[in-house]
């Protein structure tokens, strides 16, 4: 098979990783027995015309939208989606449908999605500058309502007062030119799930999120400088791995996703787990990314974990493929 791996300057904002995680799955792709082609595209005419070259079966992109920008997601209202522009030409790729992306991204979707379909989440709100904030309750933490990696979040995320609320608003509305997610602190532990396949063959694989304590600031949430560096591991989740993979099992429902996901879960002040976030391109960094570890944790194999990271690559294009070969229109 021949699978064309899409990226650009927004990849490690939006999904896997920079280029050298690009070529990292490129490799494991390979080794899977697969042709891979890596395409990097600045603008959306260079997405256009790296499909209208063709020659290959699959796509995978670590890109919900085409977009220079490096540094965050944002959220593109009126750009080109990667999901879309893939369906118009009935080409398999790997991963959810646009309406099901879009709705990964925005975080007020999400918990609206999951909560109206019986799934616990945070007590949430959008709040932008200038809104009444009547009615909040204290502490909150305070995120935009686009970003993933931690982007946009310190310890000046969690506040205390209507004050701190405003101020953590101005910082999101002029950073992010994005409403900020008002939610419950949730300070209890965190627990990540990484869920594989799709309908009765999708796996859902737990695990609790640990950071030594002289990492943490104020507060023990994962700021963006703790993400993606080697600080954050993957252990057993232990006595709450099977009700964090069945709540992530019903979110991935709920929202409609396919073939890989990370959903992130975390306990309240009362112990009650509390979905946060469904990732809908988890990071693919080696060792590193936490949709790698957890797979090691479940499937350690012998020969290490980049023979992990080569079996976790394997699974998801089966997944894909196998999901496109039953289409319809295939």
Known sequence: MKILLLTGPGGD?????????????????????HDARTAFVETEDAFRQALETGGFDLVWSSLYHISPNEKFIGRNEVGLWVAD?????????????SRTMKN????????????RSGVPVPGHRLA???????????????????????????????????????????YIAREFDEAALVEDFLPGDEYTVLLLGNGTDRQCLPGRVKVEDKH????????????????TRIYDAGERGE???????RAAEAMGCLDHVRIDLKADAAGELRIMEVNG????????????QLYTLFYASPLGEMEDYRNLIRDIINSAWGRASESPSK
């Not at 925005?106 to 999951?114: P, R, S, V």
Request: net charge negative.
């Open 128 to 170: 932008r500058p200038g809104d009444n904030l009547g009615g909040v309750s204290y502490p909150a933490f305070v995120k935009p309502m686009c970003e993933s990696r931690s982007v946009g979040i310190s310890d000046e995320s969690v506040v205390a007062d209507e004050g701190e609320l405003r101020r953590r608003m101005d």
């Open 281 to 292: 391109i988890p990071g693919l960094k080696p060792r590193k990314s936490w949709a790698p």
């Open 243 to 249: 009700e964090a993979a069945a709540l992530a099992g």
């Open 13 to 33: 904002a939006q999904g896997w990783g920079d280029m050298s995680v690009t070529e990292s799955v490129a490799a494991a792709v390979e080794s899977a027995g």
């Open 85 to 97: 522009a893939l369906d118009e030409r009935g080409i398999p790729y790997v991963g959810s449908d």
């Open 104 to 115: 990964m991204i925005d975080k007020f979707a999400t918990h609206t999605i999951l909560a």
């Open 216 to 231: 943490f600031g104020k507060y023990n949430i994962l700021r963006s400088d703790l993400r993606g560096v080697g600080l």
